[in-house]
């Protein structure tokens, strides 16, 4: 009665308003609650609980863990990486833009024994990416890095990790698995020395991580500080007995 007083609608008009409110309210609350569900799917409490909906660590016996390098390929840094990985094999979630830009090095990546994932075209955060932006987004990645290299992407990484519910619902209709990572590095912030690159990782590293690092961007002279890393990275793994493969052969060692 008192909503209906304070409309000044007689009662069963009010009462229709009131009712075609709450609808849009709940309606309003599913789409909101909906997006930022699945933007908080990229905070770590939330995401280990999300199993095979994303996929952030492996289940494996097996002393593998998978390197992962986002941001590529770049001119400056991708074949010293490459060198730099020796027998390890990585997986580097490239960036379409880059690959149209610099194709001979997602090339590289590949014939070296490299797997190459999408981390989307443009590194724009996609929770501020209306959905037709996000679909082209994802799809125009996936088909330069097909185009470009002959492989199809697997995986697909955000940028900064975050989902918006178009990506989200996309990545499998793509055949790609939503991906995240069960530790990093935070390998782009100036006062990431390789020595603390390098501790963090290993901290990280046990059998079926999937470890995060950027071969491109951030900071400058960032990627240069991961590149110095890696030797003490691939050495602090074989210490531990553990062996870098790609997402994919990590995938084949799943027991989940
Ligand atoms: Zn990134």
Not at 141 to 160: L, N, Q
Not at 217 to 231: R, S, Y
């Amino acid at each position: 009665m008192i909503p209906t007083i304070i409309l000044g609608f007689p009662r069963s008009e009010g009462r229709s308003l009131i009712d075609a409110l709450i609808v849009v309210g709940v309606l309003v609350a599913l789409v909101v609650g909906a997006y930022w569900g699945v933007r908080f799917a990229s905070i770590s409490f939330v995401r280990n609980r999300l199993g095979r909906l994303l996929l952030s660590r492996v289940t494996t016996r097996l002393p593998l863990v998978s390197l992962t390098f986002d941001d590529g390929p770049d001119p400056e840094t991708t074949e010293r990486f490459l060198s730099a990985l020796g027998d390890a094999r990585a997986t580097f979630f490239v960036l379409g833009m880059n690959v149209r830009r610099w194709p001979h090095l997602a090339r590289a990546m590949a014939e070296a024994g490299h797997e190459l994932a999408s981390h989307g075209d443009s590194h724009r955060t996609m929770t501020r990416v209306p959905p037709r932006g996000t679909l082209r987004e994802l799809r125009r990645a996936h088909r330069t890095i097909v185009e470009a290299t002959g492989e199809t992407p697997r995986f697909y990484r955000p940028p900064y990790g975050r989902f918006n519910l178009a990506s989200w619902l996309e990545t499998p209709r793509l055949g790609m698995r939503r991906t995240l990572w069960t530790a990093g590095a935070r390998d782009w912030e100036a006062e990431a020395t390789p020595e603390l690159i390098a501790e963090r990782i290993l901290a990280g590293a046990a059998p079926g991580a999937i470890l995060l690092l950027h071969d491109s961007d951030g900071d400058p002279g960032a990627p240069e500080h991961t590149l110095a890393a890696l030797p003490a990275i691939l050495a602090g793994l074989h210490e531990r007995g553990l062996r870098s493969v790609t997402l994919s052969e990590l995938m084949r060692a799943d027991v989940s």
